[in-house]
């Protein structure tokens, strides 16, 4: 935010910087296009003035001979004014006045052509005692000059009340000597159209000084010929004024600033020449800036407008950037969190392989895959009491929620599995338990199993789960009710199933991940292809590898659509449960064989060992219950590296074989008895052969080096 | 296992097929009343088919052999495969009987 507050600054102080540039420039611009036009303006207004000045002058002058020829006939004097007159519309008047003495010493002669208020042709003579022309400035100047003279302006009072100036011009004889002044009274009338034409901005004025500082041209009518500049000027205050107008009337040019009337305006000046009149046009300088101001006034709209766009887009960004850092933030939050949750949901399963180093009866192992970091697969197993605890799981839906319900689902089949051994009735509480407070309908498929390690004998119950795989002679799918998913039915009572593992019995537990996966052409693993990997005999972790690494080439580049859960057992405690029957010695020969095949025992010892074990069992199972009554016999086989060990326990009455006597085998047929053959053959076997009773129990354990 | 008696005049064979475990022993057992009758002459026991035999097993051949004994019968065991052979060994039976 600070960021984006101080790029709006930037921005506006280089917006501002470049504007007052500009409008400095632009003004500099303005006010010489101003002064251009104002020079320009005055010249053509002098150019104007002059010209009618000249035509005048020129008239005047052109007559000078006629007026010079005729000297010497002063009657036809009057023909040469009357002629200016007649021929020239700005000349209102004309006189020839001739210098007194001339003629006569001491007479006057001036005839005087003028256009009267009616535009007629008039003649009367100025030479009147009253008048005393010889004393009038126009008759005195060029006299005294030499030259023409062109008279301060002046109100013709006699006539029309208009502005008139008096061009007086000296005529001279052959000798060279003053004569006449002749003269030519111009009208004025046009000055102020051609001064007041001159509107170089709306509110710009011109003023026109005479020689002597008389209005000749104002805005303001009264003032004309009424007022000097000196006079109108004298209130003020400022020497501005002063000095322009000292500058105006010494026939000075230039331009200055000045404020009147509140406002500053710029004065340009310059002489009429010829006439000494000066000029000055008056220019407010808002005029001058107008447009500039206006278009400044535009260009900061605009750039405010701008400025303020920009402030929002940088706001709006600001805030998205900072919706995006925290959906960033939040995000990186929740994969931490979902990395936790994974880690904490693995550190749930049991997760080291092999999980008991040291029992060689049971090759386990698991793995779980969810499709996203957390996922609502479980699996389980312990030991408790020589029982394996074992479950697998698959919560509906996927992600956190799942997770969730996994984690209880778990949490409840150790609490409940931790003093039940029944895996129906494990399953039927923790049924009730997830059905209670089921508010959000989910619900769990559960394969639950309890394996007794020493027997093999295994219970388990089904809720909803596929069935698992059981490895014997074949690959079969494991026989089992289907029932209800946990969570669903609380009053669900959940059947109970069994079989016996026997000793290289192996079960494949999974979840639907691992039989639907998917590939990109929607095809399913399916139950068939699971079956073909684990068929190639292998430890239980290299089955999952091969089941994975299947998996993975058959999904391909699609992605993991579902938590992928399995858990192979492989039941491998050499271990026999047989019921007090003589008929439950068959199984003995390939419990045996299975042994030779582990081991690489040659069919001789394979068949020592039978013939041995047999003799041992048949012991038991003959005399260690009471006829009619039932009982079992425990085989266990401890293979080690360099031996084997059997152990063959009852719960029969205490019977120690190894105390009968030795048979003599040199005997003859007829002394040698029909018993005894069995013990005698356990101790040619077998290196060692030695009986306990443990508790209720006959344990007879024989080993055989190999 | 199988039991398979063959009687010619006074000489009779008995041949056991397949493994002679304690219950195809108390199976054969069953027999034991034909066995002894045939004691009175020559019993041939064919164990070229036999695979295993067991302490019961044993106690058959030996009450045959009994039998012969008390009626001057006689038993010859024939054909029998090493780990039989190793059996008779270690039970004596080597001595008891007339291996061919």
């Given at each position: 935010?600070r960021?984006?507050?101080?790029?709006?600054i930037v921005?506006a102080v280089t917006?501002?910087?470049?504007s007052?540039?500009?409008?400095f420039?632009?003004?500099?611009g303005l006010?010489?296009?101003a002064?251009?036009?104002?020079e320009?303006?005055?010249?053509?207004?002098?150019?104007?003035?002059l010209d009618?000045?000249?035509?005048a002058e020129?008239?005047?002058?052109?007559s000078e001979?006629?007026?010079?020829?005729c000297?010497?006939y002063?009657?036809?004097?009057?023909r040469?004014a009357?002629?200016?007159?007649?021929?020239?519309?700005?000349?209102?008047?004309?006189?020839?006045?001739l210098?007194?003495?001339?003629?006569?010493?001491?007479?006057?002669f001036?005839?005087?052509?003028?256009?009267d208020?009616?535009?007629?042709?008039?003649?009367?003579?100025?030479?009147?005692p009253e008048?005393?022309?010889?004393?009038r400035?126009?008759?005195r100047k060029?006299?005294?000059l030499?030259?023409?003279?062109?008279?301060?302006?002046?109100?013709?009072?006699?006539?029309?009340g208009?502005?008139m100036?008096?061009?007086s011009?000296p005529?001279?004889d052959?000798?060279?000597?003053i004569?006449?002044?002749?003269?030519?009274d111009i009208?004025?009338?046009?000055?102020?159209?051609?001064?007041?034409?001159v509107?170089?901005?709306?509110?710009?004025?011109s003023?026109?000084l005479?020689?002597q500082?008389?209005l000749m041209?104002s805005p303001?009518?009264?003032?004309v010929?009424?007022?000097?500049?000196?006079?109108?000027?004298?209130g003020?205050?400022d020497t501005?004024m002063?000095?322009i107008?000292?500058?105006?009337?010494?026939?000075?040019?230039?331009?200055?600033?000045?404020?009147?009337?509140?406002?500053?305006h710029?004065i340009?000046?310059a002489?009429?020449?010829?006439?000494?009149?000066?000029m000055?046009?008056?220019?407010?300088?808002?005029?001058?800036?107008?447009g500039?101001?206006?278009?400044?006034?535009?260009?900061?709209l605009f750039?405010?407008?701008?400025l303020?766009?920009?402030?929002?887009?940088?706001f709006?960004?600001?805030?998205?950037?900072?919706?995006?850092?925290?959906l960033?933030?939040?995000?990186?939050?929740?994969?931490?969190?979902?990395?936790?949750g994974?880690?904490i949901?693995?550190?749930?399963?049991?997760k080291?392989f092999?999980p008991?180093?040291?029992?060689?009866?049971?090759?386990?192992?698991?793995?779980?895959?969810?499709a996203?970091e957390v996922?609502?697969d479980l699996?389980?197993f312990y030991?408790?009491d020589?029982?394996l605890?074992?479950?697998i799981?698959?919560?509906?839906?996927?992600?956190?929620?799942?997770?969730l319900v996994m984690?209880?689902?778990?949490?409840?089949?150790?609490s409940?599995?931790?003093?039940?051994?029944?895996?129906?009735?494990?399953?039927?509480i923790?049924?009730?338990s997830?059905?209670?407070?089921?508010?959000?309908s989910?619900?769990?498929?559960?394969?639950?199993?309890?394996?007794?390690?020493?027997s093999?004998?295994?219970?388990?119950?089904?809720?909803?789960?596929?069935?698992p795989?059981i490895?014997?002679?074949?690959?079969r799918?494991?026989?089992?009710v289907?029932?209800?998913?946990?969570?669903?039915?609380?009053?669900?009572t959940?059947?109970?199933?069994?079989t016996?593992?026997l000793f290289?019995?192996?079960?494949?537990?999974?979840t639907?991940?691992?039989?639907?996966a998917?590939?990109?052409q929607?095809?399913?693993f399916?139950?068939k292809?699971?079956r073909e990997?684990l068929?190639?005999r292998?430890?239980?972790?290299?089955h999952?590898?091969?089941?994975?690494?299947?998996v993975?080439?058959?999904?391909?580049?699609?992605?993991?659509?579902?938590?992928?859960?399995?858990?192979?057992?492989?039941?491998?405690?050499?271990?026999l449960?047989?019921r007090?029957?003589?008929?439950?010695?068959?199984?003995?020969a390939?419990?045996i064989?299975?042994?030779?095949?582990?081991?690489h025992?040659?069919s001789t010892?394979a068949?020592?060992?039978n013939?041995?074990?047999?003799?041992a069992?048949?012991?038991?199972v003959?005399y260690?219950?009471?006829e009619?009554?039932?009982?079992?016999v425990?085989?266990?086989a401890?293979?080690?590296?360099?031996?084997?060990q059997f152990?063959i326990?009852d719960?029969?009455?205490?019977f120690?074989?190894?105390a009968a006597?030795?048979?003599d085998?040199?005997?003859g047929?007829?002394e040698?008895?029909?018993?005894?053959?069995?013990?005698?053959?356990?101790r040619?076997?077998?290196?060692?052969v030695?009986?306990?009773?443990?508790?209720?129990?006959?344990?007879l354990?024989?080993t055989?080096?190999? | 296992m199988?039991t398979?008696?063959?009687k010619?005049?006074?000489?009779?064979?008995i041949?056991f097929?397949?493994?002679?475990d304690?219950?195809?022993?108390?199976?054969?057992?069953?027999?034991m009343?034909?066995?002894?009758e045939?004691?009175?002459g020559?019993v041939?026991?064919?164990?070229?088919k036999?695979?295993?035999?067991?302490?019961?097993g044993?106690?058959?051949?030996l009450?045959?052999?009994k039998?012969a004994?008390a009626?001057?019968?006689k038993?010859i065991?024939?054909?029998i495969?090493?780990?039989?052979?190793?059996?008779?060994?270690?039970?004596?039976?080597?001595?008891?009987?007339?291996?061919r």
């Amino acid at each position: 935010m600070r960021a984006g507050l101080l790029l709006i600054i930037v921005a506006a102080v280089t917006l501002e910087a470049t504007s007052l540039i500009q409008f400095f420039y632009a003004q500099r611009g303005l006010r010489s296009e101003a002064t251009l036009r104002a020079e320009t303006e005055l010249e053509i207004t002098n150019n104007r003035i002059l010209d009618i000045i000249n035509q005048a002058e020129t008239a005047v002058h052109n007559s000078e001979w006629i007026a010079k020829w005729c000297l010497d006939y002063p009657d036809s004097l009057v023909r040469v004014a009357t002629r200016l007159v007649r021929d020239n519309q700005v000349i209102m008047g004309s006189t020839v006045a001739l210098v007194p003495g001339y003629l006569d010493r001491h007479q006057l002669f001036a005839p005087y052509a003028y256009e009267d208020t009616d535009g007629r042709l008039a003649i009367t003579s100025l030479a009147t005692p009253e008048y005393d022309y010889p004393e009038r400035e126009w008759f005195r100047k060029p006299l005294e000059l030499g030259t023409g003279y062109w008279s301060e302006p002046y109100v013709d009072t006699g006539g029309a009340g208009i502005l008139m100036t008096t061009y007086s011009m000296p005529v001279r004889d052959d000798s060279g000597n003053i004569a006449a002044i002749m003269t030519a009274d111009i009208s004025l009338d046009w000055l102020t159209g051609v001064v007041g034409d001159v509107k170089v901005y709306p509110s710009a004025f011109s003023v026109l000084l005479s020689r002597q500082g008389e209005l000749m041209v104002s805005p303001t009518d009264s003032l004309v010929m009424t007022h000097t500049s000196q006079e109108l000027i004298s209130g003020f205050e400022d020497t501005t004024m002063q000095r322009i107008n000292r500058a105006m009337l010494s026939g000075g040019s230039g331009s200055e600033p000045l404020k009147f009337g509140g406002k500053m305006h710029q004065i340009y000046f310059a002489p009429i020449e010829k006439t000494g009149w000066s000029m000055s046009i008056v220019i407010p300088e808002d005029e001058i800036y107008k447009g500039l101001k206006k278009t400044i006034g535009w260009v900061s709209l605009f750039q405010l407008l701008g400025l303020a766009m920009l402030a929002v887009i940088l706001f709006a960004i600001y805030r998205s950037v900072l919706k995006y850092k925290d959906l960033n933030d939040r995000k990186e939050r929740m994969d931490n969190e979902l990395r936790i949750g994974h880690s904490i949901q693995m550190s749930m399963v049991p997760k080291i392989f092999p999980p008991f180093p040291d029992r060689k009866d049971l090759d386990i192992s698991a793995a779980l895959v969810p499709a996203r970091e957390v996922g609502g697969d479980l699996y389980d197993f312990y030991i408790r009491d020589e029982k394996l605890f074992f479950c697998i799981g698959d919560v509906s839906g996927k992600g956190i929620p799942a997770s969730l319900v996994m984690a209880v689902t778990r949490s409840l089949f150790r609490s409940i599995s931790g003093h039940e051994n029944s895996p129906g009735a494990i399953v039927s509480i923790m049924n009730q338990s997830m059905s209670s407070d089921n508010d959000n309908s989910m619900f769990v498929t559960f394969f639950c199993g309890v394996l007794d390690l020493a027997s093999g004998h295994l219970r388990y119950c089904n809720a909803g789960h596929n069935a698992p795989f059981i490895f014997t002679d074949s690959i079969r799918t494991l026989p089992v009710v289907p029932n209800l998913p946990l969570g669903v039915d609380k009053s669900m009572t959940y059947q109970e199933q069994e079989t016996d593992l026997l000793f290289d019995n192996a079960l494949f537990l999974f979840t639907d991940g691992v039989s639907e996966a998917e590939n990109s052409q929607k095809e399913l693993f399916g139950e068939k292809r699971i079956r073909e990997v684990l068929s190639t005999r292998r430890d239980a972790q290299a089955h999952l590898e091969a089941i994975n690494k299947a998996v993975e080439a058959f999904v391909g580049d699609a992605p993991q659509s579902d938590d992928i859960t399995m858990l192979f057992l492989h039941y491998l405690n050499f271990h026999l449960s047989l019921r007090n029957e003589v008929s439950q010695i068959s199984r003995l020969a390939p419990f045996i064989s299975k042994i030779a095949k582990v081991k690489h025992l040659d069919s001789t010892l394979a068949s020592s060992l039978n013939l041995a074990l047999e003799e041992a069992v048949t012991n038991s199972v003959m005399y260690a219950y009471p006829e009619g009554t039932e009982g079992t016999v425990d085989v266990e086989a401890i293979l080690n590296e360099d031996s084997i060990q059997f152990v063959i326990s009852d719960n029969g009455i205490p019977f120690d074989p190894t105390a009968a006597p030795a048979v003599d085998t040199s005997l003859g047929v007829e002394e040698r008895a029909i018993g005894g053959l069995g013990i005698h053959l356990v101790r040619k076997i077998m290196d060692n052969v030695s009986y306990r009773r443990d508790g209720s129990r006959n344990i007879l354990s024989m080993t055989k080096k190999i | 296992m199988q039991t398979i008696i063959n009687k010619q005049q006074d000489e009779t064979t008995i041949q056991f097929v397949g493994r002679m475990d304690t219950p195809a022993a108390q199976e054969a057992a069953t027999m034991m009343d034909k066995f002894q009758e045939a004691a009175s002459g020559t019993v041939i026991l064919d164990c070229s088919k036999l695979e295993y035999i067991s302490s019961s097993g044993l106690r058959i051949f030996l009450s045959i052999r009994k039998a012969a004994a008390a009626q001057g019968g006689k038993v010859i065991v024939q054909d029998i495969n090493d780990n039989i052979r190793n059996v008779f060994m270690m039970t004596g039976f080597l001595n008891l009987f007339e291996i061919r």
